[in-house]
């Protein structure tokens, strides 16, 4: 039985640990201030056009440069001098943030899967096999968990859920990803839910078969609130 304790050792840092002035999320600056308090790091990752895996949330990189660009369409060569939020703060690679956090802390990484199911998976994978430090992998689509269940079982993967009420989606792909329907055949060791999207009594009925994390929590009160309920939570802001 795969041991999950240590994503609750401590707090987990959404995009690592960064403000609306001097620190950006998902940047090496975010990570190494998650190093320091000691909490545990989650960050996502995008597969580029040249192979190259980088570490940054959204799908087009317009919110934080201003640069209407796809990232399934870059090459690292063409984003990796744009500033994020006009800072002197880049893009970095995946492996480049796996030399900073040098094991020191745990990182939950959730995959931005834009292309064909198993050209991150598999990349990722390779970076990860030259690390030593403690990790597991969260996506919402469940074909990519799928992908790790049947080529590499023993990393610890997780299913990441919610409501999808802002997503543009058919009606029955949104009932069968927010009520765990694949879950039965991908059979995730965890599921990372919307804190905003559960009753506690939804909470305790997940949680007696499976670890359960939360995301995402921006205050303190919020806090002591919820992580009575859940195994851990995703927080940011207040931490």
């Known amino acids: 039985m795969k041991d999950l304790k240590f994503l609750k050792e401590t707090i987990i840092a959404h995009r690592g640990v960064h403000n609306e002035k001097d620190i950006i999320e998902n940047s090496l600056e975010a990570f190494k201030e998650a190093v320091n308090k000691n909490y545990i790091i989650e960050l996502d990752v995008h597969f580029l056009k040249d192979g190259e895996v980088v570490v940054f949330h959204d799908d087009n990189i317009e919110r934080m440069t201003g640069i209407n660009k796809n990232l399934k369409d870059c090459t690292y060569d063409e984003i990796r001098n744009i500033k994020l939020l006009n800072k002197n703060?880049?893009?970095p690679k995946f492996s480049d943030v796996l030399k900073l956090v040098d094991g020191k802390v745990p990182i939950l990484i959730e995959l931005k899967n834009d292309n064909k199911v198993g050209l991150l998976e598999s990349s990722l994978v390779q970076i990860l096999k030259k690390y030593n430090g403690k990790y597991a992998v969260q996506s919402f689509n469940?074909?990519?968990i799928m992908w790790f269940k049947n080529n590499y079982p023993n990393i610890i993967r997780g299913q990441l859920v919610c409501k999808f009420k802002n997503k543009k989606m058919?009606?029955?792909?949104?009932?069968?990803l927010k009520t765990m329907f694949f879950n039965i055949i991908?059979?995730?060791?965890?599921?990372?839910?919307?804190?905003?999207?559960?009753?506690?009594?939804?909470?305790?009925?997940?949680k007696k078969n499976k670890f359960i994390l939360g995301w995402t929590v921006r205050n303190k009160e919020r806090y002591d609130e919820l992580i009575k309920y859940y195994d851990n939570l995703i927080c940011e802001k207040f931490i």
């Open 186 to 206: 991908t059979n995730p060791d965890f599921i990372s839910h919307s804190v905003d999207d559960l009753s506690y009594k939804e909470v305790n009925k997940i």
């Open 89 to 91: 703060t880049y893009i």
């Open 142 to 144: 469940p074909l990519s």
């Open 170 to 176: 058919d009606n029955i792909k949104k009932f069968i």
